[in-house]
């Protein structure tokens, strides 16, 4: 019995294997076109934060932690471009269907895309992320940098952004999807998030809305990727892994369960 | 003649009325009121607050206009958008282009498009004065030139999107259309920050590129809508910002019309 167990879970990692090296094919053929893509929002945010906002009053020490806003809009652009892909999957060419006949647990089929997403977001974001560092490079200080607190706080932000659009894919119906979801759920997480604003000025500004923004996951992303690369006031970083972990768990199971009701709505 | 497509040319009016009416309710909400209170809220008092505390009020109105630039770009964006996926596969323009001239059609849907982004986001400043008050700093404001200049910025933007549509081959290019082309355009036409900042800084680097901002006809969309609303020297004219606008639709309107005949005609 546990001889069979064995089997079958080898011959699910081989599938799930197979099914990530297929994404990575596509990856490899797109990477050029969607690294040019993300060129101009990184060169934009660069200029806007770097060399404009300062001529218009802006604390020059806020800078970095502004910047290092840009990695998560970054994420959030790439992510939901692909869930928008997905979408259009699930509505016209139904690909999707098709994996759901392999011989794979739906977990395992949903934590393919997952994976696909970070793999994706990992690849596109990174080299972009890197890019405005030189270009800011008496702006910002990066000596204290922790950089495998970095990659860690990365992945986790990545992998949430990758469950949260995944989580609206499955959640709301085509319709719905292209023509509120912008306006009523990606708009409000966002722009009310400590990725636009830090969270300890905001909290010296108004200790209501600082306590409002921990609520927002985003929030722990961002200033964890403070807290790993700059010297500041930021969230501690035991926090925002904490934090981290607690969406992504979260979101994982509200995303099997929107799967679940989305493939068999009785 | 003239009769007969000017009948038909508000039929298309109307269809075209007729088919956002099903989602007008969606449209409401979203943009006169989810939109407005975010971006105010954000852009109009927290983040002026946070990033600029020695001038809080002005910095309010010179942020919040990017957002109203937004929303005019993402509402025209969406209006034209059927232009481009009904080529790709109904190809229902084929039919209505048999019964009016190409040319009249591309009007038909600027008129629209024009109108029906005005009407949606007309309602946004006079809802930030509402919630904002004293916060949203004003001295010039002029409401007549203000709706001026949103209404050619509608029209203007209508006009850039109907043209990239027709220009564009296939719908996934629409991200790169917004990456590499609206989005540098945007950035440089002063959403972020006053042409005069954008200009000062070029000039530092060049003695003759800053004169490049004044090609980018965003930059007049941004200008007139603080002129309109702050006021001074600071800023072009709105009015001369609006013949602006109007010169610029009729140039893109052109093109349009040229790329939209090649799409239609095999031959």
Request: hydrophobic share 55%; with cysteine.
């Amino acid at each position: 019995m546990e001889q069979s167990q064995l089997t079958h879970n080898f011959f699910y990692f081989r599938v799930f294997c197979a099914l990530i090296r297929r994404e990575i094919c596509v990856l490899k053929q797109d990477l050029r076109a969607r690294l040019i893509d993300g060129i101009a929002p990184v060169l934009s945010q660069v200029l806007v934060l770097g060399y404009l906002f300062d001529r218009m009053g802006m604390s020059q020490s806020l800078i970095g932690p502004a910047y290092a806003g840009t990695v998560l809009q970054l994420s959030f652009f790439v992510s939901y471009s692909m869930a928008q892909n997905l979408k259009f999957d699930l509505k016209h060419d139904r690909f999707f269907e098709y994996q759901l006949t392999l011989p794979l647990p739906k977990s395992l089929l949903l934590a393919t895309y997952a994976t696909t997403l970070l793999v994706n977001i990992t690849c596109i974001t990174l080299p972009l992320f890197g890019l405005g560092i030189p270009l800011l490079a008496n702006k910002i200080d990066l000596s204290s940098a922790n950089w495998f607190a970095f990659i860690g706080i990365f992945l986790l932000s990545a992998l949430l952004f990758s469950l949260l659009m995944l989580f609206f894919v499955f959640r709301y119906d085509f319709d719905w999807f292209w023509d509120n979801l912008w306006a009523r759920r990606l708009s409000p997480i966002f722009n009310l998030s400590a990725a636009v604003f830090l969270w300890h000025q905001t909290s010296l500004f108004s200790p209501t809305l600082g306590w409002l923004l921990l609520l927002n996951p985003i929030t722990y992303a961002a200033e964890g990727i403070r807290a790993a690369l700059l010297q500041g006031t930021f969230l501690p970083l035991w926090a925002c892994f904490a934090g981290l972990i607690f969406f992504n768990t979260l979101l994982w199971i509200a995303l099997m369960r929107s799967l679940t009701k989305s493939l068999d709505p009785v | 003649m003239i009769l007969k497509n000017a009948r038909v040319f508000i039929s298309f009016l109307w269809r075209d009325w007729h088919c956002k009416r099903k989602h007008l309710g969606q449209w409401i909400i979203n943009f006169t009121l989810l939109y407005p209170a975010l971006y105010c809220f954000c852009f109009g008092y927290v983040k002026p607050r946070i990033l600029f505390p020695n001038n809080p009020d002005t910095m309010s109105t010179i942020l919040l206009m990017g957002p109203v630039f937004l929303m005019v770009l993402i509402v025209t964006f969406d209006l034209s958008l059927d232009l481009l996926l009904d080529l790709d596969e109904d190809r229902f323009t084929e039919y209505q282009t048999l019964i009016l001239s190409p040319r009249l059609y591309l009007l038909e849907r600027l008129t629209f498009s024009t109108l029906f982004t005005f009407g949606i986001t007309a309602p946004f400043m006079p809802i930030a004065k509402f919630i904002l008050g004293s916060h949203l700093a004003t001295p010039g404001l002029s409401w007549p030139q203000y709706f001026l200049i949103l209404f050619t910025s509608s029209l203007a933007c209508s006009a850039y999107h109907i043209c990239a549509m027709c220009i564009l081959t296939k719908s996934s290019q629409l991200m790169s259309l917004w990456t590499r082309i609206t989005f540098i355009f945007s950035t440089f036409g002063g959403f972020w920050v006053p042409r005069a900042v954008l200009m000062s800084f070029i000039a530092e680097y060049s003695s003759w590129a800053h004169y490049l901002v004044f090609i980018n006809p965003f930059v007049y969309i941004t200008d007139g809508l603080r002129g309109a609303t702050i006021g001074g020297s600071g800023f072009i004219s709105p009015l001369l910002c609006a013949l602006v606008l109007v010169g610029f639709t009729v140039i893109t309107m052109l093109f349009a019309a040229f790329f939209f005949k090649r799409k239609l005609d095999h031959v």
